[in-house]
């Protein structure tokens, strides 16, 4: 899936590791989550559920949660800034956490022939964001 994708899982298990692989129960906000999370965390997260809306639902759901979990200083209106701040509520390690925010992006891409345009600026925001928390 390209080399900002692998950067991105490995940022993730610096995070992880530097959580000391915590199995804390702190989440991102479940409302507005594409619903192919809650089935697949319900499944013992085993299997790919069935992305609801296709490739276009799941562009919707990924970016519209990516959103709601990010610090209010990064929104202005649709937009998503890129400043520094406190990335507390954001850094969330362990099954619950980020891990949801990247398989998203993993079925997201695998549902299309090529990846589009919002898949990438997903991939970039994403990674900077990571690159910001572990920095």
């Known amino acids: 899936m390209g080399a900002d994708w692998s950067s991105i899982v490995q940022l993730w298990w610096q995070l992880e ?20 999370v809650g089935i697949w965390v319900k499944n013992a997260r085993k299997g790919t559920p069935t992305i609801e809306g296709g490739v276009e639902g799941m562009e919707r759901d990924w970016w519209a949660w990516w959103r709601r979990i990010n610090p209010d200083w990064r929104l202005r209106g649709d937009e998503l800034l890129r400043l520094d701040g406190d990335w507390g509520v954001l850094k969330c390690p362990g099954q619950n956490g980020f891990l949801n925010v990247i398989i998203c992006l993993k079925w997201w891409r695998a549902a299309m022939e090529g990846p589009s345009e919002a898949w990438e600026r997903a991939i970039a925001d994403l990674k900077w964001a990571l690159e910001c928390m572990v920095g």
Do not use: L, M
């Open 17 to 36: 590791k530097a959580s000391g692989f915590s199995t804390q129960t702190k989440t991102h906000a479940t409302t507005g989550r594409p619903k192919c």
